[in-house]
């Protein structure tokens, strides 16, 4: 690796299990050539427009402080102020959440797996294949936005943690100690990639599912959870945890307005022709 960046497992898991998808969809396109979906243009596979969808998906959600209105600005500016107090008191707040227990730390481990892939990307594949055989259109828009999202926030804390390497806490230096690109590649702290990645998805998911605010709400607890662990695990400052949650639903929830925004078609009719005869299919 460039530089001497070591990947860590979970990120290598996550990867591969983002090919393994991006392969399982291409696969079932091939598959059914022969039908009459693959006829009609369909915006919601695993294709190259979909792909080429990432670039003006990434400059939507950076744009998109451009957009906010007054209720978004007070919440963005309440966030900003709760992670610049919870900042300068990291090194206090830490030594609480260690106080409650050690033995609790290693019990909340296993919340590591809603924020490295684990679950959410076989959740993912899963809504896909469920949309594809039922013919749902909006189940596979589900899950390729929700894959969006993740690339995006898997992506997005591994480049901020590289251009700030913020140390540990198990480094036993002081929390204010940031090293800056290229130095001291162990030093990778901020944001909490866990956190970041959990609300990415629960943040997208509950965009995409609106109708059902139960849902969101399960979602949420389950990113939550995630954030809780990374807290009482004693492998982040509490304000990489506040950081990585905070930008994780940023990005979510920009990602899910980008994608709304570009699913209001107009109704058009397309022609197909098949070993059942030809015709016409509208599609809006």
């Given at each position: 690796?460039?530089?001497?960046?070591?990947?860590?497992?979970?990120?290598?898991?996550?990867?591969?299990?983002?090919?393994?998808?991006?392969?399982?969809?291409?696969?079932?396109?091939?598959?059914?050539?022969?039908?009459?979906?693959?006829?009609?243009?369909?915006?919601?596979?695993?294709?190259?427009?979909?792909?080429?969808?990432?670039?003006?998906?990434?400059?939507?959600?950076?744009?998109?402080?451009?957009?906010?209105?007054?209720?978004?600005?007070?919440?963005?500016?309440?966030?900003?102020?709760?992670?610049?107090?919870?900042?300068?008191?990291?090194?206090?707040?830490?030594?609480?959440?260690?106080?409650?227990?050690?033995?609790?730390?290693?019990?909340?481990?296993?919340?590591?797996?809603?924020?490295?892939?684990?679950?959410?990307?076989?959740?993912?594949?899963?809504?896909?294949?469920?949309?594809?055989?039922?013919?749902?259109?909006?189940?596979?828009?589900?899950?390729?936005?929700?894959?969006?999202?993740?690339?995006?926030?898997?992506?997005?804390?591994?480049?901020?943690?590289?251009?700030?390497?913020?140390?540990?806490?198990?480094?036993?230096?002081?929390?204010?100690?940031?090293?800056?690109?290229?130095?001291?590649?162990?030093?990778?702290?901020?944001?909490?990639?866990?956190?970041?990645?959990?609300?990415?998805?629960?943040?997208?998911?509950?965009?995409?599912?609106?109708?059902?605010?139960?849902?969101?709400?399960?979602?949420?607890?389950?990113?939550?959870?995630?954030?809780?662990?990374?807290?009482?695990?004693?492998?982040?400052?509490?304000?990489?945890?506040?950081?990585?949650?905070?930008?994780?639903?940023?990005?979510?929830r920009g990602v899910v307005h980008f994608n709304?925004?570009?699913?209001?078609?107009?109704?058009?009719?397309?022609?197909?022709?098949?070993?059942?005869?030809?015709?016409?299919?509208?599609?809006?």
């Amino acid at each position: 690796m460039p530089f001497g960046i070591r990947l860590k497992p979970a990120n290598n898991l996550a990867r591969w299990l983002i090919i393994l998808f991006l392969i399982s969809g291409f696969q079932q396109k091939v598959a059914a050539q022969d039908s009459l979906g693959d006829q009609i243009p369909n915006d919601y596979r695993l294709n190259l427009d979909y792909m080429k969808s990432y670039g003006p998906a990434a400059l939507h959600v950076v744009k998109a402080p451009a957009n906010f209105d007054t209720k978004d600005w007070i919440v963005t500016g309440s966030v900003l102020a709760g992670l610049t107090i919870l900042y300068f008191n990291d090194l206090a707040v830490y030594e609480k959440f260690q106080s409650i227990s050690s033995a609790q730390g290693q019990s909340f481990r296993w919340t590591e797996i809603f924020g490295n892939g684990v679950v959410a990307l076989p959740s993912l594949a899963a809504i896909f294949i469920y949309g594809s055989v039922k013919n749902i259109d909006h189940s596979r828009n589900v899950a390729l936005t929700g894959l969006q999202a993740f690339v995006f926030g898997a992506e997005g804390a591994f480049l901020l943690k590289h251009l700030t390497h913020r140390v540990r806490p198990d480094m036993e230096l002081a929390p204010n100690q940031w090293y800056g690109p290229f130095r001291r590649f162990d030093a990778d702290a901020f944001p909490s990639g866990h956190a970041m990645r959990a609300f990415v998805v629960a943040t997208t998911l509950a965009g995409m599912y609106d109708d059902k605010p139960w849902l969101g709400a399960g979602f949420y607890a389950l990113a939550s959870l995630t954030a809780y662990g990374r807290l009482v695990s004693g492998d982040h400052w509490p304000s990489d945890v506040l950081a990585g949650a905070a930008l994780g639903y940023f990005i979510g929830r920009g990602v899910v307005h980008f994608n709304k925004s570009n699913s209001k078609r107009k109704a058009k009719f397309i022609p197909f022709s098949g070993q059942g005869g030809f015709g016409l299919v509208m599609k809006f």
